[in-house]
């Protein structure tokens, strides 16, 4: 049991983690919708864009590192399964 603990620790962080910057950009989408008019008159639409960007940019970043996880995980699983399966035949 801890040794699956530890195995699915970093995927809860790294969820957190990119579920934090997925919230935060779209706390600033929502806000710039609901400020459309502001964000015209400035023409602050580039510079909002950017930063929308920037948290979704960091959310796919976790995510890739969440699929190096995800992938070692299902190889180790499978390889136990069939390493078993291989040892039964005999």
């Avoid at 935060?24 to 023409?43: C, D, K, N, P």
């Avoid at 920037?54 to 970043?61: A, C, G």
């Avoid at 996880?69 to 005999?90: D, E, M, N, P, Q």
Wanted: glycine share 8%; aromatic share 14%; with cysteine.
């Amino acid at each position: 049991m801890p040794f699956l603990t530890l195995c699915l620790l970093p995927h809860f962080i790294i969820f957190r983690i990119s579920l934090q910057h997925t919230a935060e950009g779209g706390s600033l989408a929502e806000e710039v919708i609901s400020t459309v008019r502001t964000a015209q008159a400035f023409g602050t639409q580039k510079t909002l864009g950017a930063l929308y960007n920037q948290h979704i940019n960091e959310s796919l970043r976790v995510d890739l590192r969440a699929a190096i996880w995800h992938g070692g995980g299902i190889s180790v699983f499978f390889f136990v399964i069939y390493a078993a399966y291989a040892l039964g035949t005999f």
